[in-house]
């Protein structure tokens, strides 16, 4: 009896350990299939030659974009959007979820604060107001646009309350018998204990910034200062071709569009690569700590 | 895939524009100082700025923004905010053009420029100067955030300006003025080219020994024979009589023509019914002997069994299978399709006809508003007439006695450079009759010496072409002096025969904007189901459904826009 | 006594002070910004002196042609993708629950995560190049099975589809995490008990792993009831031609295109208001939902 269950166990657990690992292939296999279009000779690439490894190796289509000034020029705007953002967006998230995650009788206010924010999560604004108010406060092509409006994520904020407010609370008593004010025991006491919360919001903010491009194409005129998803998002998908040289032409038609396609899609998701393993494993633990709460 | 193709497209024509340039992109020198009484007199040296082309001794800033596409090319270097016209704009006007946002103007009012103008356009905001769709146009207008014109115009406008505003019998003018004031100035075009010709293959006709046709009884006849006598000699059938496609209305395989045969005018065009009124041609019962006729033709055989699954491309695969010899289609047919399908018959000739008429009135092609791009001014900008200087400056450079098109408009590199001044806009003229009569001119009198480098280029194909250099049929049979599609053109012209929609502006009317997709939608499906063999009832009832879904109040408003007009 | 309580506080309100600010200018302005739904907005006039049109506006957008079907594609496509975007990852969830090696359930997640964190601009960019008719690896590998080539991206009938499994592919890993963190709560005891009752694993499964994570499972498609109306402008602004309107436009890309290309921003604003206004409502009804029967709080 015992054996038998554990044949038809192990025989279960063969095929399930098969078919995860297929499915976990099928997750990374798209972007191994691009990238290996990318650096492939665009004879290959257009006669549809390449699978999953590179055929007729060349960087021919990597040295095209990387002479693009646009391109590293956008690559820049990304870095810095994703620095300033970032650091704005994280300390009014880590102030705001700190306010937030106190009880009512020690700050009244609470309630009323915490629906304000919660409010914007129910009903947003639409698309024109939106721009027209950002064309007002005179935001309009610059890099504040892309940073300061969507500093305040009420999701992030949420998720780190919650992760302050499962931390025992005798620290916090303790720190301010000692004479800290709140200040000091959000930098001294509660930072140091979230570090998987905090660097869950941080992922999710570098990987939004990063990420975003529509604000990019709203708010940004001029193309010579896009951030690079919004480049790219005009590059790859709507094939904009601005201010084109003759000699572009030339060297376009050498290397065939699939494969420069696919080394900027490639360049394009390659800090997210960079990055993710050093934040996932902070990440499942933060994630699941912050919104699975008992 | 979409997205590919949209790519070759876009290379094709980019090889293309590259290589016909001449043919195409033209202009005539002669035709246009002909006609110019004085364009070119003023030489900026002599003129301050309040002549036409005088320049601003304190240069002025304008401000803009620009859409542009991966059509445009520069030299080393350039690109769209420096490079010869910007540089001519600054060192002759002393206008110092600052392009403050480019954008890709591909894909029409779905581009990113479209969007960006909207954009800007929605805060407000707005450039000292700007090129604007229709729609902008209207609503900027509606806004009252455009400069009035009409006094500048006046003022600034070099007499070969004036003179290019006038060959469309001030029809671009009036679609720019507004309440009697002009808020922008069109960007000119002619849409003589748009009008269809009647193409038969010649070297069939003469195969089976067929006189020209007169009529369209005659053009039956000949479709008759091309079915039925074998003159691609395999022996076999299948030869199609009338070309057709499954959006009714093309620039190949067309049956606008066949309908304006009948005195028809379906596919968008509004007319003016005996009140005066503007009614919508495909509801007036001159459609219904028309598509009775197109019913018999299918019944017989003479069209396409399958057209209704072919688009114009798809039906254009007959040409190369010796299969087709006869249809309605552009001036440009010779360059495409037929170009390809000779390469496989070298044999193959065609000849362009007016569109002949079912009885003694002649028949009317029906042409389209050719204005799509307006050039406004701020209203809070102090120079209003820099955009008039512009537009001096343009028709003087391509086509005025100090200008040169093969520096101006095309560089010694084949860049084409007409691309880049900030105005974009050709005399209505410019091919037909300027191209066509100054190559027949030229043919006459064996003298190419009024030609401009442009025009040198037809009268170098015409005699290469005449010496058996076959490479230059398409330029022939479209400009040549004889059989071309351009001698129809004129032929149009000098009789006056051409009829423009009579509502003449891009603006969709607000139930248009809604409605016409569909209404046109119901169109064609009416005439495809009578063709293959519906009764002809289909039509009147046809007509109750398009009055019924939107047509009556679309009639009401294009009435109401008419009235704007008279005023 | 009371004004010592307000100084206490004082510091928690300077806390908050600025993102109050920004909030307000950026999300409830806006939001008050939607009154041009109900005008005939002009600019230079601005919000203050347009002339009000009370519902012309949206009679306007609701005799559009097109604009009933768009509002079908949005709930079917959304539907779609909180249907399968929680019944996908449940099932990967206990399938992982049943890997014992840690390294390698670890691994798996890695992996699966993975594509959760590419924008759609890039994904776009990568699907367009796979699915694509004449040389896309997707089509060559259904070619080796002896399948003509489908037209993923350009075919009303697989648009839909295609939009909902990539959805599904790039998402079920991040919900797969949050239902493994519920199996891994479930006490260890209940096992142990049911082992000694003999129960075999796929009496476990059923009886104490299911049960146990049910209460989650419910919040999160409780939840994601607030998402009709989203059916993924990211996704479909990225992947969607004219071809395929007639299946994929949704309400989102509608409001863009009138909004953006075609400068009609009373009716944008409208039909974005309309939108807004009903997802506030399945929102509303959803937390309450999740409130009275899974106990949930969102703070």
């Known amino acids: ?255 065939s569009d699939r494969t420069t396609r696919a080394a900027q899609i490639f360049i394009g998701a390659l800090p997210i690569m960079a990055v993710y393993p050093f934040l996932q494993k902070y990440f499942m633990t933060g994630l699941v700590m912050g919104s699975v709460k008992e | 895939m ?140 509606e806004n009252g955030q455009l400069a009035d014109l009409t006094e500048v115009f006046e003022k600034y406008a070099s007499p070969y300006t004036k003179d290019v505003a006038k060959q469309d019998g001030g029809m671009a003018m009036t679609s720019a003025t507004i309440d009697g004031k002009l808020l922008g100035i069109p960007g000119f075009n002619g849409n003589i080219t748009d009008a269809n010709v009647l193409w038969i293959r010649s070297d069939w006709m003469k195969k089976l020994n067929l006189p020209d046709p007169e009529n369209m009884q005659d053009v039956f006849n000949i479709m008759e024979a091309f079915a039925t006598k074998d003159p691609n000699g395999d022996g076999g059938k299948g030869v199609v009589g009338l070309a057709a496609n499954k959006n009714i209305y093309d620039g190949f395989a067309d049956l606008e023509s066949f309908f304006n045969a009948y005195h028809a005018n379906p596919s968008g065009t509004w007319i003016k019914d005996a009140s005066g009124q503007l009614t919508y041609g495909a509801i007036q019962p001159e459609m219904k002997p028309a598509l009775a006729k197109l019913q018999e033709l299918y019944k017989s055989g003479l069209i396409d069994k399958e057209f209704g699954a072919k688009d114009a491309a798809k039906e254009a695969e007959l040409l190369g299978q010796n299969k087709l010899g006869i249809t309605f289609g552009a001036n440009s047919n010779p360059y495409y399709p037929f170009d390809d399908a000779r390469k496989l018959n070298p044999n193959m000739d065609w000849k362009a006809y007016p569109i002949p008429s079912i009885d003694d009135k002649p028949a009317r092609p029906s042409v389209g508003f050719p204005i799509g791009t307006y050039y406004v001014v701020n209203k809070n900008y102090k120079h209003p007439e820099v955009i008039v200087k512009m537009f001096n400056m343009n028709f003087e450079k391509f086509f005025g006695e100090t200008g040169d098109w093969n520096t101006w408009g095309v560089t010694k590199d084949r860049l084409e450079a007409f691309k880049w001044p900030f105005v974009y806009g050709f005399p209505p003229n410019k091919d037909v009759p300027g191209r066509y009569e100054a190559l027949k001119n030229a043919v006459a009198s064996n003298d190419p010496s009024a030609m401009n480098g442009e025009q040198k280029a037809d009268y170098d194909a015409y005699q290469a072409f005449m010496n058996g250099d076959q490479t230059f049929w398409s330029t022939v049979r479209q400009a040549g002096p004889e059989n071309s599609s351009f001698a129809v053109l004129n032929h149009y012209k000098e009789n006056d025969l051409l009829y423009t929609n009579e509502y003449r502006t891009s603006v969709q009317t607000q139930t248009m904007t809604l409605k016409w997709s569909t209404l046109l939608n119901l169109e064609k499906e009416m005439i495809t189901k009578i063709i293959v063999g519906a009764p002809l009832d289909e039509f009147d009832k046809f007509v109750d459904n398009w009055k019924k879904s939107g047509g009556d109040q679309i009639t009401k408003e294009v009435n109401e826009w008419a009235a704007t007009q008279n005023k | 006594m009371k004004t010592g309580k307000w100084r206490r506080e004082l510091p928690l309100h300077i806390l908050v002070f600025p993102s109050i600010v920004i909030v307000f200018i950026y999300s409830y302005i806006p939001m008050f910004g939607n009154i041009i739904a109900f005008q005939d907005f002009n600019p230079i006039k601005g919000v203050f002196g347009s002339t009000w049109t009370g519902l012309t506006n949206l009679e306007y957008v609701l005799e559009m042609p097109n604009t009933y079907r768009i509002i079908w594609n949005t709930i079917y496509i959304a539907s779609m993708k909180i249907i399968l975007g929680n019944i996908v990852p449940i099932i990967i969830a206990l399938l992982l629950n049943e890997i014992r090696k840690k390294a390698v359930k670890r691994s798996i997640q890695t992996l699966i995560y993975f594509p959760y964190f590419l924008s759609w601009v890039i994904l776009a960019g990568i699907f367009i190049d796979i699915l694509s008719i004449q040389n896309g690896i997707v089509n060559q590998a259904l070619g080796w099975f002896g399948i003509d080539p489908i037209y993923f991206l350009g075919d009303n009938k697989w648009f839909p589809i295609t939009l909902v499994l990539t959805d599904t592919w790039k998402n079920f890993g991040f919900n797969t995490i949050v239902f493994l963190a519920a199996l891994t709560s479930i006490n260890p005891s209940l096992y142990e008990a049911a082992i000694i009752d003999g129960a075999n694993r796929w009496k476990q499964t059923l009886h104490i792993t299911l049960p146990g994570i049910l209460p989650i499972v419910i919040l999160m498609t409780t939840l994601s009831l607030g998402n009709v109306l989203n059916a993924g402008f990211d996704q479909v602004f990225n992947l969607y031609s004219p071809q395929v309107y007639e299946s994929g436009d949704i309400l989102d890309t509608l409001i863009y295109r009138i909004g953006v290309s075609d400068a009609q921003y009373g009716p944008a604003t409208a039909i974005g208001l309309l939108k807004s206004f009903v997802s506030f409502l399945l929102i509303s009804v959803s937390y309450w939902l999740a409130y009275r029967f899974a106990n949930y709080r969102i703070f």
């Open chain 2, 2 to 141: 979409n997205r590919r193709k949209v790519i070759s497209t876009a290379m094709a024509c980019f090889i293309s524009v590259a290589l016909l340039t001449t043919a195409c992109s033209n202009s005539d020198n002669q035709a246009a100082s002909s006609q110019s009484p004085a364009g070119g007199k003023n030489t900026p040296t002599t003129a301050d700025a309040a002549g036409p082309l005088g320049k601003y001794e304190t240069p002025i800033d304008v401000h803009a923004v620009r859409g542009i596409n991966g059509s445009y090319k520069f030299p080393q270097g350039e690109d769209i905010g420096n490079n010869l016209w910007t540089r001519a704009y600054k060192d002759e006007l002393g206008i110092n053009l600052i392009y403050d946002w480019v954008a890709d103007n591909s894909g029409g009012s779905d581009s990113a420029f479209s969007k960006k103008l909207n954009l800007m356009i929605a805060s407000g905001e707005l450039p000292d100067i700007v090129a604007v769709n229709a729609k902008q146009f209207k609503q900027l207008a």
């Open chain 1, 1 to 255: 009896m015992i054996q038998r269950a554990s044949v038809t166990r192990s025989l279960f657990n063969i095929c399930n350990l098969i078919f995860l690992i297929a499915l976990s292939l099928l997750c990374i296999l798209p972007v191994i299939q691009v990238i290996a279009v990318s650096f492939s000779s665009s004879s290959a690439a257009a006669a549809g030659l390449v699978k999953l490894w590179p055929v007729e190796f060349s960087l021919k289509s990597y040295e095209f974009i990387l002479k693009k000034k646009d391109f590293l020029g956008s690559f820049l705007i990304s870095i810095q959007r994703v620095v300033l953002g970032t650091g704005i967006s994280m300390f009014l998230t880590v102030t705001l979820g700190y306010a937030l995650s106190k009880e009512v009788k020690d700050f009244r206010m609470r309630s009323v604060y915490a629906w304000y924010f919660v409010i914007t999560i129910l009903f947003s604004g639409g698309l024109i107001p939106w721009y027209l108010t950002i064309k007002y406060t005179h935001l309009m092509d610059t890099i504040w646009a892309l940073v300061i409006p969507g500093a305040v994520t009420v999701f992030n904020v949420i998720l780190l309350l919650n992760f302050f407010r499962g931390l025992p609370k005798e620290l916090e008593e303790s720190s301010f018998i000692d004479g800290a004010n709140h200040w000091i025991t959000l930098w001294r006491i509660y930072l140091p204990l979230s570090m998987p919360a905090i660097a869950t919001v941080t992922l999710f903010t570098i990987v939004g910034h990063w990420n975003s491009w529509f604000d990019g194409l709203m708010l940004v005129n001029s193309p010579s200062h896009y951030p690079l998803a919004t480049y790219l998002q005009t590059a790859i998908i709507q094939q904009d071709f601005a201010n084109m040289r003759a000699e572009d032409v030339k060297t376009l038609s050498e290397i």
